[in-house]
């Protein structure tokens, strides 16, 4: 392991590196997925409201200069752990990412090229730093999500919005939700 998280693994059985790792990659890519389309609801159960209006705002701000950011070729090359913190009632996990990419800009109206990476040129290499939090005392997920409003089933891979009652399943409660994000 990068860092000493058996304290970590003591009082969390659920969780492993692999897996975590795996999280991080899958959500950060559907936050650049996110972002490209201009649907960051998709996202905000697995986000604090901090970072979703960071994210938010980086849409808004494409929006009123009419374009769209697109990220072709994403790929989390590298996930470092770098510091567990465990507080009395949660543990924080900062990681870095690295993130490449052909990273551009298009016109929203005739969708040609304003500014970025051009094809043929090296990919952009980003370094994103996240902190993960999860409570301590977190609920188990379990394999049937339903939603505590109207009790319909979820699916938290689309969006964690209840399809019967619109309500979002925040998954602060169950499981690391990002808290801190560059963006």
Known sequence: MSLDLQNLIKQDSEFTESKF?????????QIISAIM?????RIHHFVNEEVYI???NRVIENLNN???EFFDEPNVATI??????ELEDKFNLN?????????????????????GDKPGQDRSQIYYNLTFTKKKNAKHLGAARKCHSCGGNLDLNMNG?????????NLEDYDWVITKMDI
């Open 80 to 85: 470092e752990l770098l510091q567990l913190e």
């Open 37 to 41: 389309v201009g649907k960051i609801e």
């Open 95 to 115: 990681i870095k990412i690295l993130f490449k990419s052909y990273n551009y800009y298009v016109d929203k109206i005739t969708r040609k090229f304003i500014s």
């Open 21 to 29: 790792r795996s999280k991080v990659e899958n959500e950060f890519i």
């Open 161 to 169: 919005k209840c399809r019967y009652c619109g309500n979002i399943f």
């Open 54 to 56: 960071k994210i938010k």
């Open 66 to 68: 009419n374009r769209i």
